[in-house]
């Protein structure tokens, strides 16, 4: 088994339009939601996102945009940064050894939406529809444009989880490095899902948060006048290493990651299990996986979408898992600032986590201002804090029931 070190991050999110800026504006505290741009949301009981605004499309060739849908773009951008950032050329390293783990919830969605008006506008004329219509909607579209960009011929796939599927997708990855499947991968998430579809789809599901009193204090996990999560677009991407070969080549080492589990409620397709038990296997997991003791884990980045039986059973969940220890342990949604991303969302709060034991800085989770009683942790409210943080968990639980839990180390050799 490998030992399994962060080196680099891209992202592309309501909050920044790379991982440095995201960072920033996370510890300040700053929201990136605000009202529906992309779309005349004015008939929708609600109209706020958490949209990717002045995302500078024009950094890539007609061509690539000609063949990408907004979900690809965006990856892509992550993952030059990220490679970037690691300060990696796959090419020089051995392409084969080299994977791309990368998902998302509902893929070329837009794509989809726009090619399907097209299609039947037209009578249904097939030569009205793009020739990479298909290869732009698929769901690996992603992965494969970005083995296609950086190089990459080793292990390439496209996990589907809903709103776990970033934290799986990274989970993934790092069993894949550990194993010597690949030496190196890029994994994380992306989606683009903020079209009047979706964004319809959600509200009759009445799921979305509604402005209090403005759209940047929409989300309020964990407070008790939260109402619904707001939806937002974006991607991140890891770069996960092996130890040695991180280190042979003099590579700036972010963290270690050293914990992953995932399991199914096996309960409902939107509820969650109203024992939280999947959301505890998960964790669980991911701790005995990491092979330390609960009361070694500092800092939580919680799901905390703001929904009400999602931040009462996350709660639950962490009081059954962490038993006293759960009193002492940090909690924080960054969902807060930047909504939910979706299949973005478990890889965006993966970087997280891999920045705070890097920096003892722990976000807040923005918007607390009328306690719960079903919610009784300590989520580091409206301002962020520092402390000595060694390990640390992000949670993903997404529709269908799925799970998914990593755990950081603050890297030391």
């Known amino acids: ?8 991050i891209g992202s592309v999110s309501p909050v920044g339009l790379s991982w440095p800026e995201a960072w920033q504006n996370l510890i300040e505290g700053k929201s990136g939601v605000g009202l529906v741009s992309l779309f005349d949301a004015s008939s929708y009981p609600v109209q706020v996102a958490g949209e990717v605004r002045n995302f500078p499309f024009e950094r890539f060739s007609p061509k690539l945009r000609r063949v990408c849908d907004r979900a ?3 990856a892509l951008a992550a993952a030059h940064e990220a490679a970037q950032s690691a300060g990696i050329n796959v090419p020089v390293y051995e392409p084969a050894s080299v994977g791309v783990i990368f998902g998302s919830a509902v893929g070329g969605i837009g794509v989809l939406l726009d090619s399907a008006a097209i299609f039947f506008q037209e009578g249904g004329n097939y030569k009205k529809l793009s020739a990479h219509f298909l290869t732009q909607m698929l769901v690996d ?3 494969g444009q970005l083995a296609i960009e950086l190089g990459a011929k080793g292990l390439n796939m496209a996990p589907v989880s809903a709103c776990a599927t970033g934290s799986q997708a990274v989970g993934e990855a790092f069993e894949a490095v550990k194993n010597d499947v690949v030496r190196v991968a890029f994994a994380g998430g992306t989606e683009a899902p903020l079209v009047p579809l979706i964004y319809a789809g959600f509200c009759q599901m009445r799921a979305l948060a509604s402005p209090k009193p403005d759209p940047q204090s929409a989300c309020c996990p964990f407070d008790a006048r939260r109402d619904g999560f707001v939806i937002s677009e974006g991607a991140t991407c890891l770069v996960l290493e092996q130890l040695d070969h991180a280190l042979a080549r003099g590579a700036n080492i972010i963290a270690e990651i050293v914990g992953y589990g995932a399991s199914n409620d096996a309960f409902h397709m939107a509820t969650p299990d109203p024992e939280g038990e999947g959301m505890k296997l998960s964790m669980e997991k991911a701790i005995c996986s990491a092979g ?5 884990i500092d800092y939580i980045n919680a799901h905390g979408t703001g ?3 999602n931040d009462k059973l996350e709660t639950k969940a962490i009081r059954e898992v962490f038993g006293k220890h759960a009193s002492d342990v940090m909690v924080s949604s960054t969902k807060s600032m930047t909504g939910h991303m979706m299949g973005a969302a478990g890889a965006f709060e993966a970087a997280v986590i891999a920045m705070v034991v890097k920096t003892g800085i722990i976000p807040p989770t923005i918007n607390y201002l009328e306690p719960d009683p079903d919610c009784d942790l300590n989520y580091v409210p409206n301002k962020c804090v520092t402390a000595n943080v060694l390990y640390a968990l992000s949670n993903s639980f997404g529709l269908g029931g799925h799970n998914a839990s990593l755990v950081m180390k603050r890297f030391e050799l």
């Open 1 to 8: 088994m490998k030992r399994v070190v962060v080196t680099g």
């Open 72 to 74: 690809t773009l965006f």
């Open 141 to 143: 579209s992603p992965s």
């Open 292 to 296: 330390i003791s609960k009361s070694e």
């Open 307 to 309: 929904t009400e039986l």
